[in-house]
Nanobody, 129 residues
Framework: QVQLVESGGGSVQAGGSLSLSCAAS????????MGWFRQAPGKERERVAI????????YYADSVKGRFTISQDNAKNTVYLQMNSLKPEDTAMYYC??????????????????????WGQGTQVTVSS
């Protein structure tokens, strides 16, 4: 049984930083497409950052490039999202997702996360101005 458990959300003032963690268990093999997605009230879910765990290729939404960093610790089966220079528009529920079926090419094409196999429960990030 695959489980993704997010942690690290919270409230911060604009310009601040937060670090999210996604601890994965039960994923088969070492080649997984994993990522962070977010959804704000009244808005569609969007991709924040993606990492392909076999090789650590990473991809970011334009809105977070240069501010957010996705990384992995294979020994701990954990993916992280370091968020710096946070803005009020980063406020959303952040979800971790994973899919062992995707190739690197398919992983790069993931946009809103539709169809990804496994999801965490989400962690709230609130950035105040």
């Amino acid at each position: 049984q695959v489980q993704l458990v997010e942690s690290g959300g919270g409230s911060v003032q604009a310009g601040g930083s937060l670090s999210l963690s996604c601890a994965a268990s039960g994923l088969p093999g070492s080649s997984n497409c994993m990522g962070w997605f977010r959804q704000a009230p009244g808005k569609e879910r969007e991709r924040v950052a993606i990492i392909y765990t076999d090789g650590a290729d990473t991809y970011y939404a334009d809105s977070v490039k240069g501010r957010f960093t996705i990384s992995q610790d294979n020994a701990k089966n954990t993916v992280y999202l370091q968020m710096n220079s946070l803005k009020p528009e980063d406020t959303a529920m952040y979800y971790c997702a994973a899919d062992p079926r995707l190739t690197l090419r398919a992983c790069r094409s993931v946009v809103a996360g539709t169809g990804l196999l496994y999801w965490g429960q989400g962690t709230q990030v609130t950035v105040s101005s």
